[in-house]
């Protein structure tokens, strides 16, 4: 199946660190990034990366999440430090081949020929 593939999730103390992996390489795309969403709430942006290696982060993580992917742009990243409880979440890689720019990616989301991966769970315990 053509989609992103996450790896990396996993359970940690609150003030620890993780780290996202995504491979993007069976995609076409332009801007890539990711998404999570928590039980009982809706799914929302975290950090993106555009074609031209801009980055755009949401509130609630800008600071703390760094996004990067490897220079031949087929492996996308999430390093995710001092997480919260509150972190705790799916998380989905996401990468679309129209929108070119992160801040576009971050508010619009993937269009209808965009790519959703499975998802990786994350638990950050108080």
């Known amino acids: 199946q053509v989609q992103p593939v996450e790896s990396g999730g996993g359970s940690v103390q609150a003030g620890g660190s993780l780290r996202l992996s995504c491979d993007v390489s069976?995609?076409?795309?332009?801007?890539a990034g990711w998404f999570r969403q928590a039980p009982g709430k809706e799914r929302e942006a975290v950090a993106t990366i555009g074609m031209e290696e801009d980055t755009s982060y949401s509130a609630a993580v800008k600071g703390r999440f760094t996004i990067s992917r490897d220079n031949a742009k087929t492996t996308l990243y999430l390093y995710m430090n001092n997480l919260k409880p509150e972190d705790t979440a799916m998380y989905y890689c996401v990468a679309d081949p129209g929108l070119a720019r992160s801040l576009e990616l971050l508010h619009l989301s993937p269009g209808p020929y965009g790519w959703w991966g499975q998802g990786t769970q994350v638990n950050v315990s108080s």
């Open positions: 069976r995609v076409v795309y332009a801007s």
